[in-house]
Nanobody
Framework: QVQLVESGGGLVQAGGSLRLSCAAS????????MGWFRQAPGKEREFVAA????????DYADSVKGRFTISRDNAKNTMYLQMNSLKPEDTAVYYC?????????????????????WGQGTQVTVSS
């Protein structure tokens, strides 16, 4: 059974940092695009960041660019999201996702429908 499990969420003050992890099991995603999405209360789930299989290509939502860094360790089948300079508007449930198909990175990394596997989510709360 394929599973993605997020960890590292929590409560932090504005300006603080958190590091989210997404550990995959059941199959390897070392050749697949992976990404992070988030859903704030009362809002639709939105794209946060994506990373190519090698880690050489990354993309970010404008709202997190310069503050968040996505990375991966294929040997550990794990993806990360380093979040710095957190703001109250970053409060959301954060989900990791993996594309089940080996294909090119560009063009659709921000599209939720591309991703076949999703974690259960981890809550991030930023207090002002």
């Amino acid at each position: 059974q394929v599973q993605l499990v997020e960890s590292g969420g929590g409560l932090v003050q504005a300006g603080g940092s958190l590091r989210l992890s997404c550990a995959a099991s059941g199959r390897t995603f070392s050749n697949n695009v992976m990404g992070w999405f988030r859903q704030a209360p009362g809002k639709e789930r939105e794209f946060v960041a994506a990373i190519s299989w090698s880690g050489s290509s990354t993309d970010y939502a404008d709202s997190v660019k310069g503050r968040f860094t996505i990375s991966r360790d294929n040997a550990k089948n794990t993806m990360y999201l380093q979040m710095n300079s957190l703001k109250p508007e970053d409060t959301a449930v954060y989900y990791c996702a993996a594309d089940g198909t080996i294909r090119g990175y560009s063009g659709s990394y921000y599209y939720q429908g591309r991703y076949d596997y999703w974690g259960q989510g981890t809550q991030v709360t930023v207090s002002s």
